[in-house]
C-alpha cells in the first residue's frame, strides 16, 4: 500500500437536474474551491491534478482535462485524466492516493464531474461498435435482467427495492446537496411510479445529474485538519464476455473487498464497517452488493435490508448520503461515495452524520458489472 | 525512487486504413506478444490508454479487457489519455513495493472518423469549439509562431519518413513533395498519418526486471506537466511544459543517444529539441517518430517503447522518450531510460 494517505478536504456543489449559471469549468471549479477551502489550502499547495468522468460523449468534449487544466489550477503541474466507466470516480480518488502512497506527491487534487444536462445520457449509452455487446436502452435496460435472477436465486419479495428506494431518499432529506429530495416519500410514492425496466420502477433509479466532487489528498507530513486516513485501496477489472462470468454477483467485486479488507484488516465487514456508501444506482443493488461486499450470506442480502439493519438508525447504515440513487453526476458518484466515507470518519457529514463512525467503506462500479475501486477509510491513523 | 524497467515492448504493423480489425483483435496480438517475451501470465497492475471519441462509441476500453484475458479478475485502470499516460500511472504504482510488474497498453484506429474534426472537440467546448479551428489550424498558428524554415521542416520530414521505411511497423511513406499547404504554413507531409494501431509494455522492478531481461531499460526520470490551454495566455514559441518536464525527469543530467519525440507536426520537432536541450549529437526518432506513424492513444507510449528499445537491444545507453497531448503541446511527458 505504500505511504500513508489522508483525506484533509471535501469539496461537492449542490447536485441538481441541470446548473444552468455554470460551465463545465464553473462547476468543477466550485467543488475544488470547497475542498480547498475544506483544506485551509489554496491551489498553489496542490502538487498534481487527477481528473476522472464518465465517457466523454455524455457533454460532447474529448478529453477535457486538456480544456479544465486553467481552471482548476492545474497549469506547471501534472495532470491525470481517469476514465473506467460508472466506476471512475472511485478510480479517481484511487489513483490520486496511489500517488501519495507511492511517494511521488505530497498534496493531490482530485476532482469528477458529470454536467449530464448538455446531452442525453441513455443515448449516449446506447450507441455501440458493430459486433460488440450493447448495453441496450441505457444502464437499467442492461442491469435490469441481472436483478432479476438475483430475485429469482435469492426468493427475495418484490418490496425490497421499494425499500431501499425509501430509505436512501429519506437520507437524502438530510443532506444539503443531495439531487432527488422528496419530503414525505414512502412506499406507496414509489410503487405508484411508472415500471421503466421491470422490475425497476421510476423512483427505483437513480436521477441525472450536473455536480462535481472534490478532495485534497496529502501524505502524513502534510495533514492539516481533521484526517481521514486511508486504510485501504483495490481495484479490480474483469471482462465482459467470460461464458462463466456471474454478472450477479461478479467475482471481481468480491476479489476488490476482499483486498481492500485485508489491507485494513477487516474479517467481518458487517460488523468493523461503520457506514458503507455503496454505488447503488438500481434500488435492488444494495441487496445484491450486502452479499457480493460479505455483509450477508449468499441469498440473505434483501433480510439485512427488510429489518432495516441498512437505515440510517440501523447497525450498518448504507448510503447515509442518499446515495447514487437521491444524486447521479455519473462521473463523479463514485468519488462522492468515497468523498462521503471520508466526511462520517471525519464527524464532518452533517445532519446525516452517523455517530461514532469510525471506519467507512467507499465503493464504486461500472461497466456491465466489471469495473470495481473501493477504499476503507477510518478515524485512526493505520 | 523504487528501480523500475521497461523490459518488453511490441506494437502492431501499423496501417494507413482501416483493416476490419476491433479494437480488441488489434490488442491481442501485442499482449500476447509481450506475455511471451516476458514469460508472464498475470501482472501486479494494468493500466491502458485509449479515446472513446476515435471509436465513436462509449466505453470503447471495455472490450479490450476480453482480448487481455483478465481472468481471475485484475487490478486494473485506464486513462483517456495517450497510454504513456497509463505507463506513468503503472510506474506510480510500482513504486508502493507490492507489486513487482506492470502491463501498459494503448490502441487507437484514426482511421474511423475525420481525425481533424474529432481533435477539435478537445477544444474548449464554450469559446474555442465554435471558431471552428481544427486541430491543423491551431498546428499551423503555432507553426507560423515559431518561424521555422522550410528546409529545416521538409529535412524532418525527409528524415522521419525515412527512417520510417526502415522501421517495419511504421507505414512506407515517399519523400515530401508537392508545393501546396495543409494550412499556411504547414504542408499536408508536415501532418503526421492517419494510422490505426496499438502497442504494449511490460514494467518490471528490481530483481524481477534483472531476471526477466538482459538488458532492462531503467526509468531513471519521469514526469509530465500541463499548462494553460487558452493559446492567448501561451508562448507559442516553446513549449514550458516540456521544459519543466524534461527538467524534472533529469533529461540534461547526463548524455541522450537515442530521443524520441511525439512531434504529430514537422515543426513540434524543433519546439521540442529545444525544450529538452537535446545536444546536437543526440539521434532524434530513428523510428521514423510520428510523422512515419501515429496510432492516436499509441504513439506516445511507443515512443517509450522505441526508446527503451535502443536500450533493450544494446544500441545506446541513455535514451529520452517525450509523449503529448492537448493543441498545440500542451500537455508533456518526458521519461529518461538508462542501461
Keep these: 500500500m505504500g505511504n500513508r494517505c489522508a483525506v484533509i478536504g471535501v469539496g461537492q456543489t449542490r447536485y441538481q437536474t441541470k446548473r444552468r449559471d455554470v460551465s463545465i469549468a464553473g462547476l468543477v471549479r466550485e467543488a475544488a474551491l470547497r475542498a480547498l477551502e475544506d483544506a485551509g489550502l489554496t491551489f498553489k499547495d496542490i502538487d498534481a491534478v487527477v481528473i476522472g468522468k464518465a465517457p466523454d460523449l455524455f457533454e460532447g468534449v474529448m478529453m477535457p482535462e486538456a480544456y479544465l487544466a486553467d481552471a482548476l489550477g492545474a497549469a506547471g503541474k501534472p495532470m491525470t485524466r481517469v476514465h473506467t466507466a460508472g466506476s471512475v470516480g472511485g478510480s479517481t480518488a484511487l489513483v490520486g492516493a496511489s500517488l501519495i502512497q507511492g511517494g511521488v506527491h505530497d498534496r493531490v487534487l482530485v476532482v469528477a464531474f458529470e454536467k449530464q444536462s448538455e446531452s442525453n445520457a441513455t443515448w449516449a449509452l446506447s450507441t455501440h461498435l458493430p459486433f460488440n455487446a450493447s448495453l441496450v436502452v441505457g444502464a437499467g435496460g442492461y442491469f435490469a435482467p441481472h436483478i432479476r435472477e ?34 414525505g416519500i414512502n412506499r406507496q410514492m414509489v410503487e405508484s411510479t411508472p415500471m421503466l ?146 466526511l462520517q470518519v471525519r464527524g464532518m457529514a452533517g445532519e446525516h452524520q452517523v455517530d461514532g463512525a469510525r471506519t467507512a467503506l467507499g465503493h464504486a462500479y461500472g461497466g456491465g458489472a466489471q469495473f470495481f475501486a473501493m477504499w476503507i477509510v477510518g478515524a485512526q491513523k493505520p | 525512487m523504487r528501480e523500475v524497467a521497461v523490459i518488453a515492448f511490441a506494437q502492431t504493423q501499423h496501417t494507413d486504413h482501416d483493416e476490419g480489425l476491433t479494437d480488441f483483435e488489434l490488442i491481442h496480438p501485442v499482449i500476447q506478444e509481450v506475455k511471451e517475451r516476458t514469460g508472464l501470465s498475470r501482472f501486479g497492475f494494468t493500466c491502458s490508454g485509449s479515446c472513446d471519441y476515435l471509436a465513436g462509441a462509449p466505453f470503447s476500453f471495455v472490450s479490450a479487457l476480453d482480448s487481455i484475458g483478465a481472468w481471475p479478475p485484475i487490478s486494473e485502470s485506464h486513462v483517456e489519455m495517450d497510454a504513456a499516460w497509463a505507463l506513468y500511472e503503472a510506474w506510480v504504482r510500482l513504486q508502493h513495493g507490492d507489486v513487482d510488474s506492470a502491463l501498459v497498453y494503448g490502441f487507437g484506429k484514426s482511421s474511423m472518423g475525420d481525425l481533424r474534426e474529432i481533435m477539435t472537440l478537445q477544444l474548449d467546448p464554450y469559446y474555442l469549439a465554435p471558431l471552428g479551428l481544427d486541430q491543423v489550424s491551431f498546428a499551423a498558428l503555432q507553426a507560423s509562431a515559431y518561424g521555422a524554415g522550410r528546409a529545416e521542416l521538409d529535412e524532418i520530414v525527409r528524415r522521419s519518413r525515412a527512417d520510417g521505411r526502415n522501421n517495419p511497423h511504421a507505414l512506407d511513406l515517399g519523400d515530401p513533395a508537392g508545393e501546396e499547404f495543409e494550412v499556411a504554413p504547414l504542408r499536408p507531409y508536415d501532418v503526421a498519418p492517419i494510422t490505426d494501431g496499438a502497442a504494449a509494455i511490460v514494467l518490471a522492478a528490481g530483481d524481477l526486471a534483472r531476471e526477466l531481461a538482459e538488458r532492462p531499460a531503467w526509468i531513471t526520470g519521469i514526469a509530465h506537466r500541463i499548462e494553460p490551454h487558452y493559446l492567448g495566455m501561451r508562448d507559442l514559441t516553446r513549449s514550458p511544459s516540456a521544459e519543466a518536464a524534461g527538467r524534472a525527469a533529469g533529461v540534461g543530467k547526463g548524455p541522450v543517444d537515442v530521443a524520441e519525440l511525439h512531434a504529430q507536426f514537422s515543426h513540434e520537432e524543433l519546439i521540442l529539441r529545444q525544450a529538452l536541450e537535446l545536444p546536437a549529437e543526440t539521434v532524434v526518432n530513428p523510428s521514423g517518430g510520428a510523422l512515419a506513424a501515429n496510432p492516436v492513444m499509441a504513439t506516445g507510449l511507443i515512443r517509450i517503447g522505441e526508446a527503451a528499445s535502443r536500450i533493450l537491444d544494446g544500441g545506446a545507453g541513455r535514451t529520452v522518450a517525450h509523449a503529448t497531448s492537448g493543441p498545440c503541446l500542451q500537455h508533456n511527458l518526458v521519461t529518461v531510460l538508462e542501461a
Design chain 1, 150 to 183: 438475483y430475485m429469482r436465486r435469492s426468493g427475495a419479495p418484490d418490496h425490497i427495492g421499494t425499500l431501499v428506494a425509501v430509505k436512501d431518499r429519506q437520507n437524502a432529506l438530510k443532506n444539503p446537496y443531495a439531487h432527488l429530495k422528496i419530503p
Design chain 1, 197 to 342: 425496466w421491470e422490475p425497476i420502477r421510476y423512483l427505483e433509479t437513480c436521477p441525472s445529474s450536473d455536480g462535481a466532487c472534490a478532495m485534497v489528498l496529502a501524505s502524513e507530513d502534510k495533514v492539516t485538519g481533521t484526517p481521514a486516513w486511508v486504510h485501504g485501496t483495490a481495484m479490480r477489472s474483469e471482462p465482459m464476455a467470460r461464458a462463466d462470468r456471474d454478472t450477479v454477483s461478479p467475482q471481481a467485486g468480491k476479489d476488490c473487498a476482499a483486498d481492500v479488507y485485508r489491507q485494513a484488516g477487516i474479517t467481518d465487514p458487517r460488523r468493523e464497517i461503520d457506514v458503507a456508501e455503496v454505488y447503488v444506482p438500481f434500488s435492488w443493488y444494495e441487496p445484491m452488493w450486502l452479499e457480493n461486499l460479505g455483509f450477508a450470506a449468499e441469498g440473505e442480502g434483501w433480510k439485512l435490508t427488510e429489518a432495516g439493519c441498512t437505515a440510517f438508525d440501523g447497525d450498518i447504515p448504507w448510503n447515509a448520503s442518499g446515495g447514487v440513487l437521491s444524486s447521479n453526476p455519473i462521473g463523479a458518484s463514485g468519488l462522492i461515495r468515497f468523498a462521503e466515507a471520508a
